[in-house]
Nanobody, 127 residues
């Protein structure tokens, strides 16, 4: 079992930056692939980024959705059991609730492959 708690959301103007954090507890954090997803009103939850854990066979690999490539950076601190999402050059279309998810085994971009989720943190980007 893994418990996840996100923080760092808020209201920011277009072009601004935010850093989201997700703290994990309950199991060996370094084993898990850690993902960020987001969900806008009326839309499905969509993949944003992942960083792989040791259970994938190759820790530290990153992958980004095309819409955030070059603007967002995912990182992890295994000593703090925390994954981060640095979001720069934010756009109004980045407005959503952002969720972190954790899974062991292979890394995935598909939300239905994840059993462990945080409660979400709201990010609102004004134009």
């Amino acid at each position: 079992q893994v418990q996840l708690v996100e923080s760092g959301g808020g209201l920011v103007q277009a072009g601004g930056s935010l850093r989201l954090s997700c703290i994990a507890s309950g199991d060996t954090f370094s084993n898990y692939n850690m993902n960020w997803f987001r969900q806008a009103p009326g839309k499905e939850r969509e993949f944003v980024a992942y960083i792989s854990g040791s259970s994938s066979g190759s820790s530290g690999r990153t992958c980004y959705a095309g819409s955030v490539q070059g603007r967002f950076t995912i990182s992890r601190d295994n000593a703090k059991s925390t994954v981060y999402l640095q979001m720069d050059s934010l756009k109004p279309e980045d407005t959503a609730v952002y969720y972190c998810g954790a899974r062991a085994g292979f890394a995935s971009t598909i939300a239905t492959n994840f059993a462990y989720w945080g409660q979400g943190t709201q990010v609102t980007v004004s134009s």
